[in-house]
Nanobody
Framework: QVQLVESGGGPVQPGGSLTLSCRASGNDFMIYEMGWYRQAPGKQRELVARIARGERTEYADSVKGRFTISRDRTKLAQFLQMRNLNSEDTAVYFC??????????????WGQGTQVIVSS
């Protein structure tokens, strides 16, 4: 059983910063692409940023220049550094990863979500 566990969400003032973390645990698995999605109230879940195993990154236009996605050396954890936050960044942020378990083809896994609230 592979699990993704996020941490680092919470309240923050406009213009502030937060860093989200996500770590994978389990046995006999390999992580390929990782990413962060978010879902604001009443809106669909949207891609925020993703990072390939080879470190190539992609960002939503709304967060370019403000958010930075990275992975640790083990490739089991990813981080989302968020700067200059505004109210439109308020959402539940979900960690996502394409994971191959054993000999199975890679499949998408999701974390439980962590709430980010940007408010004065």
């Amino acid at each position: 059983q592979v699990q993704l566990v996020e941490s680092g969400g919470g309240p923050v003032q406009p213009g502030g910063s937060l860093t989200l973390s996500c770590r994978a645990s389990g046995n006999d698995f390999m992580i390929y692409e990782m990413g962060w999605y978010r879902q604001a109230p009443g809106k669909q879940r949207e891609l925020v940023a993703r990072i390939a195993r080879g470190e190539r990154t992609e960002y939503a236009d709304s967060v370019k220049g403000r958010f930075t996605i990275s992975r640790d050396r083990t490739k089991l954890a990813q981080f989302l550094q968020m700067r200059n936050l505004n109210s439109e960044d308020t959402a539940v942020y979900f960690c996502n990863a394409n994971i191959g378990v054993g000999r199975l083809d890679p499949a998408p896994y999701w974390g439980q979500g962590t709430q980010v609230i940007v408010s004065s």
